[in-house]
Structures are given as C-alpha cells and as structure tokens.
C-alpha cells in the first residue's frame, strides 16, 4: 500500500521515472498478487502502463497493458463460472447451459474448469440428459479426485452412477456407487 501511494504522489507530480521504480519494486509480489488478490494485479499493471507510457518505454507498456487485459479476461470468466452456480441454486438448468457457451474456457484455470464442468454436468442431469452428464462430470471428477473435496466427489459418483443406470450401463452405475461409497468411508475415516 504504500509504495502503490508513494507511486501515485510521484505520478501526480509529474516524477514519473521515480514512480516506475517505485512500481517496479512491487512486481517482487507479483505472483503472490496474483494467487492472493487479482486486483491489487491488475491495479500494479494499470500502473505500470501509465508509467512506462510516460517514460517513452511503449514495449513494456504494452506488455503490461496486455498482462491487464488477460488479467480482466481471467476475472471475467471465473466470475461467469460464479452465476452458473447461482442459476443452478435456481434450478435454471437451461439457463446454466446457456450462460456456460458465453464463458471463454480458455481464461479459466484448472479449478474453476472443473467447477464449470461440475454445474453443467448437474444441469443436463437433472434435464435427464444422461450422456452429456457423463461427459461433463466424468471431467470434472478427474479434477477432484487428485484433490481433497472428498464431498463434491461423493456427489459427482452417486450422480455419474445414476446416469449410468439410466443409460442401462449397470456395470458402470455399481462401479461408481462402489467408489462413492468407499469415499465416504474414507471421509468418515479422516473426520474420526
């Protein structure tokens, strides 16, 4: 916070090389910002932008300003995957299908992915489209499985197992209620 005031007085007094370095030293924090807080990012790399553009440095301003937009685009698209979760606790399944094709997959990390392929999963489910259901939970388990969120993996086999008896592939629906059953028990396991 401070070296971001201590820049913004330099800019405002036209000590615009000074607020460069003074902006410069935050970018040792880059990665932390980008993990902790994505605006306090893009708020470094707005800056960057304004400074280097004033000191004649128009390469790294440009590359500072196209780090911000990727940023914004990033943000964007988490946010999108966040209404999908709230027009599922709607029960607007069709709605959450349709909001998913404006979401640019490719700004989404792993995590919100698989969030994502979990809601749109849920939804054709519960419109009982039972293979496109497969084929979006069948990638977001293989997400969760390689982590900790032993509750949303229980949810996903019972469902991939309910699907699966709907398709009548009853050797696939046991298998996965076997490996919902066996989650909980580890869950259970764990929490004793």
């Known amino acids: 916070n401070t070296l971001f005031k201590h820049s913004n007085e330099l800019m405002k007094n036209n000590k615009f090389e000074e607020a460069k370095d003074s902006l410069e030293e935050l ?40 780090k911000a937009k990727k940023l914004i685009k990033k943000m964007m698209a988490t946010k999108e995957v966040q209404n999908l979760y709230l027009l599922m606790t709607e029960s607007d399944y069709r709605g959450a299908i349709t909001a998913a094709k404006r979401v640019d997959g490719k700004m989404l990390d792993e995590y919100n992915m698989a969030k994502m392929n979990m809601v749109l999963g849920n939804a054709h489910f519960n419109l009982k489209h039972y293979k496109t259901a497969v084929d979006y939970l069948s990638q ?33 629906a046991v ?18």
């Open 27 to 66: 970018l040792v924090y880059e990665n932390e910002f980008m993990l902790d807080n994505e605006l306090t990012a893009y708020e470094l790399y707005s800056k960057l932008v304004d400074a280097y553009s004033m000191c004649q440095e128009h390469e790294k301003a440009t590359s500072y300003n196209q």
């Open 140 to 172: 977001a388990i293989d997400y969760y499985e390689e982590k900790t969120y032993n509750s949303l993996t229980v949810m996903m086999y019972e469902e991939l197992s309910k699907c699966y008896s709907h398709l009548e592939e009853h050797e696939l």
């Open 175 to 192: 298998e996965y209620i076997q490996k919902s059953l066996r989650s909980q028990q580890k869950r259970h396991e764990v929490n004793s």
